[in-house]
């Protein structure tokens, strides 16, 4: 058999095809392997991944379908999410397990209710978005959803909970990591001062607050830091003032309720300025906010108007001709500021 001899013309033109071929497939290939990013997470597949969070995960599981597809969804959310060491301070527990248990034996509901305060819901916002102050921010909780985030330098806080790591993100928003789960309210600083367990303490200033026409200012948007002087503190001041150490709570009620423009020992006008003497305006000054010798403008509107915050083993509120105050419960979150118990009435003259 007489074999045919190959044509050089042909298989090099061969050679060169099948060169450029391989060498287009490789080129893809590396084009494949270099510039397709990992797919990003979701705010829910982060906090599963991540053993700080277990607590939170477990809550949103027991909250239900609703609540996991917000964190999980496609939404942009903003989500302040506490570590498990939050949860278990905020729930008075010994460890993790324990935090797991309590977090397990909520109710749907209120394991929503909770983990929705933490979340902004339809928007991303990142830490350098975040004007410097006091903002006041919606949450995705169906009720009473108002939180105050604040910003100071590269601080950020919101409520009482400090912002530890910024701008995680997240392929539906962003995570704020913070140190302290977040307290829902449960209603505006009036509400809360005549409602529920914490009425019980606030009769006098109740009562105080209508006889001054005070009662719809602090009822609006704010934000306001109150320190409310408890029950004892203004039955103290009125003992003093009455010159009656037997006097009740009732007559202490019946006494603000006389109160006229000429009254004597107390007028309405003076009334009224002891009472804007505890309120500070355009701020919700939670304790992780206050800083020792910090001075702070009152709703007052003349001079003396400033009262002084010292940090120790308490933390007191020093009046311009009171001794100082020290605050007896601290950061009762309500939907238009915050309030601490104080036990003496401010005098700022």
């Given at each position: 058999?007489k074999?045919r001899k190959?044509?050089p013309?042909?298989?090099?033109?061969k050679m060169l095809?099948?060169?450029?071929?391989f060498?287009a497939?490789a080129?893809?290939?590396s084009?494949?392997?270099?510039?397709s990013?990992?797919?990003?997470q979701?705010?829910?597949?982060?906090?599963v991944?991540?053993?700080?969070?277990?607590v939170?995960?477990a809550?949103a599981?027991?909250?239900?379908?609703?609540?996991?597809?917000?964190?999980g969804?496609s939404?942009q959310?903003t989500?302040?999410?506490p570590?498990?060491a939050?949860?278990?301070a905020?729930?008075?527990?010994?460890?993790?397990a324990?935090?797991?248990t309590?977090?397990n034996?909520?109710?749907?509901s209120?394991?929503?209710?909770l983990?929705?305060?933490?979340?902004?819901?339809?928007s991303?916002?990142?830490?350098e978005d975040i004007?410097a102050?006091?903002t006041?921010?919606?949450?995705a909780?169906?009720?009473?959803?108002?939180?105050?985030?604040t910003?100071?330098?590269a601080?950020v806080?919101i409520?009482n909970?400090?912002?530890?790591?910024?701008?995680?993100?997240?392929?539906?928003?962003?995570i704020?990591?913070?140190?302290?789960?977040?307290?829902?309210?449960a209603?505006?600083?009036?509400?809360?001062a005549?409602?529920?367990?914490?009425?019980?303490s606030?009769?006098?200033?109740a009562?105080?607050?209508t006889?001054?026409?005070?009662?719809?200012?602090?009822q609006?948007?704010?934000?306001?830091?109150?320190?409310?002087?408890?029950d004892?503190?203004?039955?103290?001041?009125?003992?003093?003032l009455?010159?009656?150490a037997n006097?009740?709570e009732?007559q202490?009620?019946?006494a603000?309720n006389?109160?006229t423009?000429t009254?004597?020992?107390?007028n309405?006008?003076e009334?009224t300025?002891?009472l804007?003497?505890?309120?500070?305006?355009?701020?919700a000054?939670?304790?992780?906010n206050?800083?020792?010798n910090q001075?702070?403008?009152?709703l007052k509107a003349?001079?003396p108007?400033?009262?002084?915050?010292?940090?120790?083993?308490?933390?007191?509120?020093?009046?311009a001709?009171?001794?100082?105050?020290t605050?007896?419960l601290?950061?009762?979150?309500?939907?238009?500021?915050v309030?601490?118990?104080?036990?003496?009435?401010?005098?700022?003259q």
């Open positions: 058999m074999l190959s044509n013309l042909l298989l090099s033109a095809l099948l060169t450029f071929t060498s497939v080129i893809s290939c084009d494949d392997d270099d510039n990013p990992a797919p990003q979701t705010v829910l597949e982060i906090a991944a991540n053993s700080d969070f277990d939170l995960e809550a599981r027991k909250a239900g379908t609703d609540v996991l597809n917000v964190l969804g939404t959310i989500v302040f999410a570590t498990d939050a949860f278990v905020y729930l008075d527990v010994a460890n993790e324990a935090a797991l309590a977090v034996g909520l109710s749907p209120a394991a929503a209710d983990l929705t305060f933490h979340v902004i819901a339809g991303e916002i990142k830490a004007a102050g006091t006041t921010v919606t949450t909780r169906a009720s009473n959803n108002k939180a105050f985030v910003k100071s330098g601080n806080t409520n909970a400090r912002v530890t790591t910024a701008n995680v993100d997240a392929s539906n928003g962003v704020h990591i913070i140190d302290a789960v977040l307290a829902p309210p209603g505006n600083i009036v509400s809360i005549t409602t529920g367990a914490t009425a019980e606030f009769n006098l200033l009562t105080a607050l006889k001054a026409n005070l009662v719809t200012a602090l609006g948007a704010g934000p306001f830091t109150v320190f409310a002087p408890n004892d503190a203004f039955l103290a001041l009125l003992r003093t009455t010159a009656n006097l009740t009732a202490g009620i019946d603000i006389a109160i423009a009254s004597d020992p107390l309405l006008d009334l300025n002891v804007q003497y505890h309120v500070v305006p355009n701020a000054a939670f304790s992780i206050l800083t020792n001075t702070i403008t009152t003349n001079a108007n400033q009262v002084t915050i010292a940090l120790g083993s308490s933390v007191t509120v020093d009046g001709a009171s001794e100082p105050s605050v007896a601290a950061n009762v979150a309500a939907t238009n500021g309030i601490h118990v104080i036990d003496r009435v401010l005098l700022p």
